[in-house]
């Protein structure tokens, strides 16, 4: 029986004669950090996006907790959080206020959505900023805030693009062992990368050509 | 987990507390610009209106009303469901819908709430306006049992709208196309056979004196059956809501919100516009060589069929209502003909979108730097052959649909006379004009958020709203002055307008009109030093 939270089998993505993604298999267990490197076009932004069932396979398949990727299944939607593409963020409400947002979406409007935007809040370093609108922030604060949004509601499989992109090394470090802690408590992370820190505390290295 | 209901709740509390930011005086401010607006515009029309509805009610037999209440009935229906295509009551800030789009809520959950609360404000905003227009023709504010009954016909009116709204934004073409036509053939019913499905159009055809009688009660069933069925198909159309389709309208809204809170809607409407699809290679000839400008146009405008199929309804419809307008006001005064006429050039003038792309390309050929080069000039050949092929066609059609037209309603007969012929074709020429003057708007001119300071505060807002509608004023201002006009001082009077929308359009790409008509005339490579030694 596949115990694997998230996996491809030989996922293969193809526009016209071009590939973007060559036949990828790999499997995920719960709690394990996987890191998705390559050079640039090699398809690992394609293969996030497979896996998150924004991106239709032209051979192979995607699985999440053993079913074919279906983002349109709210259960399915409970499991995996992803940023993969950019998200649609509020210019008119503060950054403490958007994190709270998603916080309540899943939480309600209670002390655990309090508590969990507050904490989020705290181990991104985003405290000083909570009450700045996103175009107050710099490139690198605005991923910090990107990262908040989807780390802070709760899921079993975490889909990052680049989630070092604009960040300086004090960061990027802050970042690796707040995936690690997620990955402890049995969190999934997938992560695609050109960070060799963060690929240096993955358990698993998928390469792509 | 938290129940359902207590999360959305949530959500949108967090997102009503960012209204909460503005200071009493800005919020104080906006009241106030919305009052100065409704006491400048909204109330003299209000009042316009109530007195000629009385006189509508008095003098017009019920044989003429019947048709025009109904088809007013089936264009509030036909016309929720053309909104809802592009803006529907599930339009919601992009960030909220991303947020419970994320959740593992399923979709109706979040939505059916939202849908309910704006259809019902949609219902109630057509209900009222039904039923003030419905007592206002019969002025029968005093009998309890017609009031009753044209507030229940108006509200079913209504949530028959409000329900048309929801399937146009979520269904498919076909779907919204037959809901449509079912919904056409309802308002149709009540023409050719005994059954009175819409009663609100009964008790407005019979005028002055309206009664409520048993097939006014049988009518109200009928059109409680037809909202039944409509609202379960728009609660139908929820549960089939594509999440991808709501958030690529919802980021558009958001868009075109910011455009027109920075004064520039005509961007926010150009969101809006079609993608062109089909016929890649039908601009060019065997040999590789481009078509011509009227193949040009065409091929243009069947590159995005539906909205040249209702450009040219447009056109067709508002050439007959112009016609049909000056034949008639040169025949009675009153509301009725000065309406058909304004309704008519505002017809044309929206029906004109599809035949002016060429006009935004000659906009950005002025206005951007060279892009292709140097070539033989002709682009005022290039970019007025089509719009005026068009209009000229579509403006025969509709002169001749208007001789039909007023010996079937005996409202001038003989059809229109050559007065009334020269006014037509003057009111097509005012809006081409406006359109053009509309289609070469690039930037808000800065200038036009400078402060005019007046005793009842800055107006400033109102002018960015002329600014804004430039084209309609323009229309609906030279309506009103050939209404007064002689056929022979109107041709001046749509000269001068004409030419003033051609110099003020020709102007707003920044650069001098003359030396923009040389580089018209002349070839289109030409340096700026020498069209200046020109």
């Known amino acids: 029986m596949d115990e694997s939270t998230i996996s491809s089998h030989e996922a293969t993505v193809q526009i016209g004669d071009t590939t973007l993604l060559r036949p990828t298999s790999f499997a995920a267990l719960a709690g394990e950090l996987w890191c998705l490197t390559g050079p640039n076009g090699s398809g690992k932004t394609t293969l996030l996006r497979a896996l998150g069932g924004r991106l239709t396979l032209t051979a192979g398949s995607c699985h999440l907790a053993g079913r074919p990727v279906d983002p349109n299944q709210p259960s399915q939607r409970r499991l995996l959080a992803a940023l993969v593409e950019p998200i649609p963020v509020a210019r008119d409400l503060t950054v403490a206020e958007q ?47 990107g990262l908040a949004l989807v780390l802070v509601r709760p899921s079993d499989v975490l889909l990052l693009d680049e989630p070092e992109r604009h960040l300086d090394s004090a960061r990027t470090d802050r970042l690796a062992e707040l995936l690690v802690r997620r990955t402890q408590t049995g969190t999934t992370v997938i992560a695609a990368t050109h960070e060799p820190r963060l690929v240096e505390a993955a358990h698993h290295r998928l390469a792509l050509v | ?94 960030f909220v819908l991303h947020v419970l789009q994320s959740t593992d809520l399923p979709p109706p959950t979040y939505l059916t709430r939202v849908a309910r609360r704006r259809i019902i404000g949609a219902s109630l905003v057509v209900t009222l306006l039904a039923v003030l227009l419905a007592l206002g023709i019969n002025r029968a504010f005093g009998r309890i049992d017609v009031v009753v009954v044209s507030v229940a016909s108006a509200l079913l009116t209504g949530v028959i709208a409000g329900s048309c709204w929801l399937i146009g934004q979520l269904r498919s073409g076909l779907v919204v196309a037959t809901t449509g036509a079912a919904l056409l053939a309802v308002s149709a019913t009540a023409l050719v056979v005994d059954l009175q ?93 481009l078509r011509g400008p009227v193949a040009h146009g065409v091929v243009r405008a069947l590159r995005t069929p539906v909205r040249a199929g209702f450009g040219l309804a447009c056109l067709l419809a508002g050439s007959t209502l112009a016609s049909v307008g000056t034949a008639w006001s040169g025949a009675a ?3 009725g003909p000065t309406s058909t006429w304004t309704a008519g050039a505002v017809l044309v003038y929206l029906g004109a979108g599809w035949i002016s792309e060429t006009w935004r390309s000659l906009r950005d050929e002025l206005y951007l730097p060279a892009l292709l080069g140097g070539r033989d000039g002709g682009a005022a050949v290039r970019h007025t052959t089509w719009p005026i092929l068009a209009s000229l066609v579509t403006g025969l059609v509709g002169w001749s649909a208007s001789h039909v037209l007023l010996e079937a309603t005996d409202l001038a007969r003989g059809g229109p006379d050559v007065a009334a012929s020269v006014l037509m074709a003057l009111t097509v020429v005012v809006a081409l004009a406006a359109r053009f003057l509309r289609e070469m708007k690039v930037q808000l001119p800065v200038e036009t958020l400078t402060p005019i300071v007046t005793p009842f505060g800055d107006l400033s807002g109102l002018r960015v709203l002329a600014w804004q ?34 110099w003020w359009g020709l102007e707003r790409v920044d650069r001098a009109p003359w030396a923009l008509l040389l580089r018209l005339r002349y070839r289109t490579g030409r340096t700026d030093r020498e069209i200046s030694r020109c």
């Open chain 2, 197 to 289: 499905p819409i009663p609100l159009a009964t008790l407005v055809a019979q005028g002055a004196s309206p009664s409520v009688g048993s097939d006014v009660l049988l009518g109200l069933a009928q059109l409680a059956a037809v909202a039944a069925l409509v609202g379960w198909a728009a609660h139908r159309a929820i549960m089939l809501a594509s999440p991808d389709r709501l958030a690529r309208e919802s980021t558009r809204a958001a868009q075109a919100l910011v455009f027109t809170g920075t004064g520039t809607f005509h961007d926010a409407l150009a969101l809006y516009r079609p993608r062109p699809a089909g016929l890649r290679h039908a601009l060019l000839r065997h040999d590789g060589r």
């Open chain 1, 99 to 145: 994190i709270s947002m998603v916080a309540a979406s899943w939480f309600g409007g209670g002390s655990e959505s309090r508590e969990r935007t507050s904490t989020m809040l705290e181990e991104l370093g985003l405290n000083d900023l909570r009450d700045r609108f996103p175009h107050e922030l710099s490139a690198g604060q605005l991923q910090l805030f």
């Open chain 2, 469 to 502: 509608f430039d084209g309609l004023l323009t229309v609906m201002v030279s309506v009103a002055v050939l209404g007064v006009a002689t056929p022979g001082s109107g041709v001046i009077v749509v000269a001068a307008i004409a030419g003033t929308c051609l």
């Open chain 2, 1 to 94: 987990m938290t129940a359902a209901g207590e999360r959305i709740t949530a959500v949108w509390q967090i997102h009503r507390r960012r209204d909460g930011r503005g200071s009493p005086g800005g919020r104080a401010y906006g009241v106030y610009l919305i009052a100065l607006a409704a006491a400048l515009y909204v109330v003299p029309a209000g009042v316009l209106v109530a007195r000629e509805l009385g006189t509508i009610g008095r003098q017009t037999a019920e044989s003429d009303l019947r048709p025009v209440a109904l088809a007013c009935v089936a264009a509030c229906w036909l016309g929720a469901l053309v909104l809802g295509r592009f803006w529907g009551p599930l339009v919601m800030p992009p």
């Open chain 2, 333 to 335: 005064d009153g509301l």
